[in-house]
């Protein structure tokens, strides 16, 4: 008999593990999800709302695939899991037997403690729901109000600028994004918001969300007794892990489901990964849990092989992420945070008109690269780990940077005035 | 209410709306007084017309492709699959229907054209000293097409200086290579010539009857049929080599100038299913194979003088014109644009397309290079790559992308959000290798 593994969330963690398992062996794989019968590409959901992809665009396989590949899907939700009988309870009432067992459920929005957070027009974005909901709520409307200034929130505020709805944006921070972003490049970004007229408001909280007869939105109260109108709320402050189904079971649940770097749980034979897991120990400078596409992919990677006999620690490797605020995009390698982390220092350049900016950090005491950001400008992903493993000498690093443009072809190169800017403020020391 | 708020959509201001309907209304005019010129109007005032017809659906263009330039800088796809002209709707058919219909009157039924034709007589004798036919005011609009939709691509594509550099030159070559130069060679009594078509997209420059017509044409003649032999033997081989196909379809073809510019808002109609790059690799290499084949047949031919193949092959080669030359690259290849996408022959039908293909596929430095993890699987590169490549599935997993088709258009770079492709020129060895991430410890 085939090993049965049953796999649920047929997200990006969920069917990274059961592709690699398909190749590495012939178990019997089954995957379970709610949301969709087939997976798609959660980042892409802005996309479809703006209408620049079809919501089968982002569905990176073709529908013959998972036959093809004796995956099986279902579509249906687990409201309990046997874990002594190693049984899985479905909401229709069925069950279903494993062997192994991977919980990759993903996350949830969080969501608000307010006055008026249950009104009509209200409502977070994760899941592909999310956004048929925000199509109907937003129909017609002319104001919006975003609250929390993250990732998923400035996505929020370009969609709903691609329909002409005026948005006002509700930070917790002095800029976009300083929680993560160092001053220089939120400022930046503060100042691209504004460009597409959103409207910022920093160091604002939500107080209280008002409704009209109808029980629709109709304005909102700020923490500075602001009234704003608007008909729709979006709330982006942040997703948790999506495991309230496993609450008071055997399973180990602080934020997520308990892990340790072979993302197994405490019980024999289940495992989590992606949103939903939380690492006991975090490496240095990682966060617990890792809320990204990038990383449920490798963490599905490593556990593909842990299930196939190969036991493989989760290595995260070289930090890495990216995104687009707007029309900025940003790449970042290396553990940068708001500040230099301890023992580091750090060199910014940014273009005299602004949108095209590069961080390097690099150790104080031994001059090696720890860490890039780069606004408006492309790197290759593979030249910056190579440097920061290697713990290359920064004034080799940015006499060097040309091997690791990224750029379209016919860009212009802005190797020159970055060296130069950083020469001036760090001479380099005659060897 | 929908649909108002998505035109809207697709400009920032009302100013920009205002602007666009108004070159929406001056490119209708210039129809109608096309069609009005048609009924025989353009045969009494051809002046007129000529002015009426060209200068207000021109103006109406540059207008409307003005207000791309009123949009932020950045990638502007907002509402393209809420739009039904884009997205293979109804519209999408009708439009097709349209671009079709004028095909077939076009090779056809050229005396439904004569209003037009003569409308343009004074232009054809100024360029060329002779009065217009039906071939002339196809190049007069198929230019202007090129000019007018090249400038509102280069306004939706600003941020991107490859597509800019690239759409000047498609510009560039249609206008010049392809429309004024062959019209002042039939000035100075020389053979029409295209300097920017080689056999065997223009596969009669390599047939016996156009080289010997050449051949006896003097000086200039000889000077073209080298022209001809050298850029298909000689510098396609080298030029693939180094930079790809792209740097003949998308930066020399007209019929790649067509699609980048006037099929750009159909790109993300191609069809990228496995199934339609099965189809698409039979198709395309078929064409080749049977134009090899016209030619080789006619070259036996009038070697023999036409003992042994009688007149199959003048009759292979003409069926060669008739079902490819003119159906299948004019009627299904232009006619199409709304429905299988911008690059419908170029895809399944360009026989220049499979030679470069093959070079670049097995022999080139040209590659697009995936960064890394990075990719998010949006599918933004897919959806919106003309040749129906899946560019996802070979970026979601590090590798980099090697197709015959990719013409090197590079919008899946652009679109992508990600920074993940880059199109680029590299030592050749290690082109298949993919990314893999560095261990740690
Ligand atoms: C709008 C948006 C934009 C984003 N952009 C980026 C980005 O640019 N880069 C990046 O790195 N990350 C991004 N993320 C985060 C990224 O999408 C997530 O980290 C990733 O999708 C998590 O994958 P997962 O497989 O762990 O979980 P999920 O994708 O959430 O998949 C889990 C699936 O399991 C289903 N499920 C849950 N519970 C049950 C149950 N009890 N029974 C059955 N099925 C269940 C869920 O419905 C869901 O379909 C974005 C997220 C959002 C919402
Ligand atoms: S793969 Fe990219 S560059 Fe090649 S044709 Fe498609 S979109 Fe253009
Ligand atoms: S557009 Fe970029 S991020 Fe999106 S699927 Fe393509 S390569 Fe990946």
Same mark, same amino acid.
């Given at each position: 008999?085939?090993?049965?593994?049953?796999?649920?969330?047929?997200?990006?963690?969920?069917?990274?593990?059961?592709?690699?398992?398909?190749?590495?062996?012939?178990?019997?794989?089954?995957?379970?999800?709610?949301?969709?019968?087939?997976?798609?590409?959660?980042?892409?959901?802005?996309?479809?709302?703006?209408?620049?992809?079809?919501?089968?665009?982002?569905?990176?396989?073709?529908?013959?695939?998972?036959?093809?590949?004796?995956?099986?899907?279902?579509?249906?939700?687990v409201?309990?899991?046997?874990?002594?009988?190693?049984?899985?309870?479905?909401?229709?009432?069925?069950?279903?037997?494993?062997?192994?067992?991977?919980?990759?459920?993903?996350?949830?929005?969080?969501?608000?403690?307010?006055?008026?957070?249950?009104?009509?027009?209200?409502?977070?974005?994760?899941?592909k729901?999310?956004?048929?909901l925000?199509?109907?709520?937003t129909?017609?409307?002319?104001?919006?109000?975003?609250?929390?200034?993250?990732?998923i929130?400035?996505?929020?505020?370009?969609?709903?600028?691609?329909?002409?709805?005026?948005?006002?944006?509700?930070?917790?921070?002095?800029?976009?994004?300083?929680?993560?972003?160092?001053?220089?490049?939120?400022?930046?970004i503060?100042?691209?918001?504004?460009?597409?007229?959103?409207?910022?408001?920093?160091?604002?909280?939500?107080?209280?969300i008002?409704?009209?007869?109808?029980?629709?939105?109709?304005?909102?109260?700020?923490?500075?007794?602001t009234?704003?109108?608007?008909?729709?709320?979006?709330?982006?402050?942040?997703?948790?892990?999506?495991?309230?189904?496993?609450?008071?079971?055997?399973?180990?649940?602080?934020?997520?489901?308990?892990v340790n770097?072979?993302?197994?749980?405490?019980?024999?034979?289940?495992?989590?990964?992606?949103?939903?897991?939380?690492?006991?120990?975090?490496?240095?400078?990682?966060?617990?849990?890792?809320?990204?596409?990038?990383?449920?992919?490798?963490?599905?990677?490593?556990?593909?092989?842990?299930?196939?006999?190969?036991?493989?620690?989760?290595?995260?490797?070289?930090?890495?992420?990216?995104?687009?605020?707007?029309?900025?995009?940003?790449?970042?390698?290396?553990?940068?945070?708001?500040?230099?982390?301890?023992?580091?220092?750090?060199?910014?350049?940014?273009?005299?008109?602004?949108?095209?900016?590069?961080?390097?950090?690099?150790?104080?005491?031994?001059?090696?690269?720890?860490?890039?950001?780069?606004?408006?400008?492309?790197?290759?992903?593979?030249?910056?780990?190579?440097?920061?493993?290697?713990?290359?000498?920064?004034?080799?690093?940015?006499?060097?940077?040309?091997?690791?443009?990224f750029?379209?072809?016919?860009?212009?190169?802005?190797?020159?005035?970055?060296?130069?800017?950083?020469?001036?403020?760090?001479?380099?020391?005659?060897? | 209410?929908?649909?108002?708020?998505?035109?809207?959509?697709l400009?920032?201001?009302?100013?920009?709306?205002?602007?666009?309907?108004?070159?929406?209304?001056?490119?209708?005019?210039?129809?109608?007084?096309?069609?009005?010129?048609?009924?025989?109007?353009?045969?009494?005032?051809?002046?007129?017309?000529?002015?009426?017809?060209?200068?207000?659906?021109?103006?109406?263009?540059?207008?409307y492709?003005?207000?791309?330039?009123?949009?932020?800088?950045?990638?502007?796809?907002?509402?393209?699959?809420?739009?039904?002209v884009?997205?293979?709707?109804?519209?999408?058919?009708?439009?097709?229907?349209?671009?079709?219909?004028?095909?077939?009157?076009?090779?056809?039924?050229?005396?439904?054209?004569?209003?037009?034709?003569? #409308?343009?007589?004074?232009?054809? /004798? %100024? &360029? @060329?000293?002779?009065?217009?036919?039906?071939? +002339?005011? $196809?190049?007069?609009?198929?230019?202007?097409?090129?000019l007018?939709?090249?400038?509102?691509?280069i306004?939706?594509?600003?941020?991107?200086?490859?597509?800019?550099?690239?759409?000047?030159?498609?510009?560039f070559?249609?206008?010049?290579? #392809?429309?004024?130069?062959?019209? /002042? %060679? &039939? @000035?100075?009594?020389?053979?029409e010539?295209? +300097?920017? $078509?080689?056999?065997?997209?223009?596969?009669?420059?390599?047939?016996?009857?156009?080289?010997?017509?050449?051949?006896?044409?003097?000086?200039?003649?000889?000077?073209?049929?080298?022209?001809?032999?050298?850029?298909?033997?000689?510098?396609?081989?080298?030029?693939?080599?180094?930079?790809?196909? @792209?740097?003949?379809?998308?930066?020399?073809?007209?019929?790649?100038?067509?699609?980048?510019?006037?099929g750009?808002?159909?790109?993300?109609?191609?069809?990228?299913?496995?199934?339609?790059?099965?189809?698409?690799?039979?198709?395309?290499?078929?064409?080749?194979?049977?134009?090899?084949?016209?030619?080789?047949?006619?070259?036996?031919?009038?070697?023999?003088?036409?003992?042994?193949?009688?007149?199959?092959?003048?009759?292979?080669?003409?069926s060669?014109?008739?079902?490819?030359?003119?159906?299948?690259?004019?009627?299904?290849?232009?006619?199409?644009y709304?429905?299988?996408?911008?690059?419908?022959?170029?895809?399944?039908?360009?026989?220049?397309?499979?030679?470069?293909?093959?070079?670049?596929?097995?022999?080139?430095?040209?590659?697009?290079?995936?960064?890394?993890?990075?990719?998010?699987?949006?599918?933004?590169?897919?959806?919106?790559?003309?040749m129906?490549?899946?560019?996802?599935?070979?970026?979601?997993?590090?590798?980099?992308?090697?197709?015959?088709?990719?013409?090197?258009?590079?919008?899946?770079?652009?679109?992508?959000?990600?920074?993940?492709?880059?199109?680029?020129?590299?030592?050749?060895?290690?082109?298949?290798?993919?990314?893999?991430?560095?261990?740690?410890?």
């Amino acid at each position: 008999m085939a090993l049965k593994v049953v796999i649920i969330g047929n997200g990006i963690t969920g069917i990274t593990t059961a592709r690699h398992i398909r190749k590495l062996s012939n178990a019997h794989i089954t995957v379970i999800s709610d949301e969709t019968a087939y997976f798609f590409s959660r980042t892409a959901l802005m996309y479809v709302y703006m209408g620049h992809l079809k919501f089968e665009h982002t569905q990176p396989y073709e529908n013959w695939f998972w036959k093809k590949n004796k995956i099986n899907l279902v579509q249906a939700r687990v409201d309990k899991i046997d874990f002594l009988h190693k049984k899985i309870l479905l909401n229709d009432a069925s069950f279903l037997d494993y062997d192994k067992l991977i919980i990759a459920t993903g996350s949830q929005p969080r969501t608000v403690d307010v006055p008026g957070q249950h009104l009509k027009g209200v409502q977070g974005l994760y899941h592909k729901q999310d956004v048929e909901l925000m199509e109907k709520n937003t129909a017609g409307i002319r104001k919006a109000v975003i609250i929390g200034g993250g990732l998923i929130g400035i996505e929020m505020a370009e969609m709903l600028h691609s329909r002409n709805i005026a948005v006002d944006f509700l930070i917790r921070e002095q800029h976009y994004w300083a929680s993560v972003l160092p001053i220089p490049e939120a400022t930046m970004i503060s100042k691209h918001i504004a460009e597409y007229h959103i409207n910022l408001h920093p160091q604002t909280e939500l107080k209280e969300i008002i409704g009209d007869k109808n029980g629709a939105v109709k304005s909102i109260i700020t923490s500075d007794n602001t009234e704003i109108e608007c008909q729709f709320v979006g709330i982006t402050i942040g997703v948790q892990p999506n495991v309230n189904f496993l609450k008071n079971s055997e399973i180990a649940i602080d934020k997520g489901i308990l892990v340790n770097e072979y993302l197994e749980t405490n019980i024999t034979d289940v495992y989590a990964a992606g949103d939903c897991a939380q690492f006991t120990h975090p490496r240095y400078k990682h966060p617990a849990i890792e809320q990204l596409w990038y990383t449920g992919k490798m963490q599905g990677e490593a556990l593909a092989q842990t299930i196939c006999g190969h036991k493989t620690m989760y290595n995260r490797g070289v930090w890495f992420n990216s995104a687009k605020f707007l029309a900025i995009e940003y790449q970042t390698y290396g553990a940068m945070f708001n500040t230099p982390a301890k023992g580091d220092t750090t060199f910014y350049w940014e273009h005299p008109k602004g949108k095209i900016a590069m961080r390097a950090n690099f150790n104080a005491s031994n001059f090696t690269l720890t860490g890039f950001n780069f606004m408006g400008i492309r790197f290759r992903q593979a030249v910056a780990e190579n440097w920061i493993i290697a713990q290359k000498n920064i004034w080799e690093v940015m006499e060097n940077l040309n091997v690791g443009f990224f750029d379209p072809e016919f860009f212009t190169n802005h190797n020159q005035p970055i060296l130069t800017k950083f020469l001036q403020q760090y001479p380099k020391p005659i060897a | 209410m929908k649909d108002e708020q998505i035109s809207m959509a697709l400009t920032d201001n009302s100013e920009a709306s205002t602007l666009q309907k108004t070159g929406i209304i001056l490119f209708a005019s210039g129809i109608l007084s096309a069609i009005i010129a048609l009924a025989g109007a353009g045969n009494a005032q051809p002046v007129l017309f000529f002015w009426l017809a060209f200068g207000l659906s021109t103006a109406g263009g540059l207008l409307y492709a003005y207000t791309y330039f009123k949009n932020p800088s950045g990638i502007q796809n907002n509402g393209i699959f809420k739009n039904g002209v884009n997205n293979s709707g109804v519209i999408a058919w009708l439009t097709g229907l349209v671009f079709t219909g004028f095909y077939i009157i076009l090779y056809w039924f050229p005396q439904y054209l004569e209003g037009l034709i003569r #409308a343009t007589d004074t232009f054809s /004798v %100024l &360029l @060329r000293n002779r009065p217009a036919d039906q071939w +002339f005011l $196809y190049g007069t609009i198929y230019t202007l097409a090129v000019l007018v939709m090249g400038i509102r691509f280069i306004g939706k594509y600003r941020h991107s200086r490859y597509q800019v550099i690239r759409t000047l030159s498609v510009m560039f070559f249609q206008t010049g290579f #392809a429309f004024l130069l062959p019209a /002042v %060679l &039939l @000035r100075l009594n020389q053979p029409e010539f295209y +300097f920017s $078509y080689f056999w065997p997209l223009k596969y009669s420059y390599l047939f016996p009857n156009d080289v010997n017509y050449f051949l006896n044409s003097g000086a200039v003649g000889y000077f073209m049929v080298f022209w001809g032999a050298v850029m298909t033997f000689i510098a396609t081989p080298l030029l693939t080599y180094n930079y790809g196909k @792209r740097w003949y379809c998308s930066f020399v073809c007209g019929c790649g100038g067509l699609a980048e510019t006037v099929g750009d808002p159909f790109r993300q109609n191609s069809d990228k299913s496995l199934l339609s790059w099965k189809i698409e690799r039979y198709s395309v290499h078929s064409v080749l194979v049977l134009v090899s084949l016209a030619t080789i047949l006619l070259w036996i031919n009038s070697y023999t003088n036409g003992t042994v193949l009688g007149n199959f092959s003048g009759s292979f080669a003409k069926s060669y014109g008739f079902f490819i030359g003119s159906i299948f690259s004019g009627v299904v290849g232009t006619g199409f644009y709304p429905i299988f996408g911008s690059r419908v022959w170029c895809r399944f039908g360009c026989p220049m397309a499979a030679i470069l293909g093959i070079f670049q596929r097995f022999k080139s430095k040209f590659r697009i290079t995936t960064n890394g993890g990075q990719c998010i699987s949006c599918g933004n590169c897919s959806t919106y790559c003309e040749m129906g490549i899946d560019v996802r599935a070979y970026a979601q997993k590090g590798e980099n992308i090697i197709r015959a088709s990719c013409v090197g258009c590079g919008i899946c770079s652009a679109v992508c959000p990600r920074g993940v492709l880059k199109l680029e020129n590299l030592d050749e060895k290690g082109r298949f290798e993919g990314y893999t991430k560095p261990e740690i410890n």
